[in-house]
């Protein structure tokens, strides 16, 4: 009983918004109250989230910060009861998010291996990729394994996938004639991609089943899904085209495919996912030109 009635007294005081600890100017040289300080600190954590951008650090600087100020509001003469109901409100958000963004990243650590390979080996990171965006976006799309000869893309036939060599080589050709060579980690079909992303007006808009992605998101792409020698381009509408034929040149390649719709909803739907891989695109498309520019 006396236990009981000892731990209602500090519950007591702690409530007791007049208590001396929190009020009483303990600093002598600024003359501020244990709750002054609190004030003060709500603000510094403030500013530190609003300086950083680690979204996971900038939600805990947010919720110590609330969490400071509330203090600040309770203890004084009259506690402000509306802001402390409102940001109780606020730290339960914050609260939420701070779960989710801790379960994307522990989903991101736990990546396929492979997927973690071709993070590291392709310098994903490097080029503005975190492993909870790279992780978004391999989930959208889906393994390409595809024999020799298969054409994964024909100059002015319209494409339909996006892909990222991971093994074997890509022959680029136009009109018959050798253009580039492509090794692992470089695009196929990012400047059709780019246009289908600009376009209000879809050809899928029609007829979703022409896609591979739309078969079976979960089963791999074979040679006879990708391959588009024969002219199967939609004629009621302006597709999305290769600028230059993509041959495969080796049994076994594989590559990662993402469906053009389902990419681009991913894409409208996760802007940092988006924005890095606009970067990771253009870093591939100069390294392309370049290498043209210096063969010619």
Known sequence: SSSANSNNKV????????SPLMNNKTMATFGMSASEICGHMSFVCATAAYANTDILVLRGLAMGGIS???????????PLWIPIRWNVLLLAINAVMILHLLAERDEANRMPQEWA???SDAQFEARGFSKVEFNKLMQAGTLAELKEGTRIAVKGKENRLLYLLIDGEVSIQSDGKHIATLYPYQFIGE?????YSMDDKHCDDHDESKS???????????????DISTDDTCKTCTPATASA?????KDHTRLWAWEFPRLKE??????????ALSAY??????HKLMNTANKG
Do not use: C, K, W
């Open 281 to 286: 695109i253009n870093h591939d498309l100069r």
């Open 68 to 78: 400071l100020s509330m203090l600040f509001q309770f203890y004084r003469p009259a």
């Open 245 to 249: 034929d993509a041959i495969v040149q």
């Open 11 to 18: 519950i007591d005081h702690i409530m007791d918004n007049a």
């Open 212 to 226: 591979p992605g739309n078969r079976n998101n979960n089963r791999r792409i074979s040679s006879d899904d990708a």
């Open 117 to 119: 390979q071709i993070y």
């Open 266 to 275: 991913t894409l409208d739907d996760e802007r940092e996912v988006s924005n």
């Open 191 to 195: 400047m059709a991609f780019l246009a």
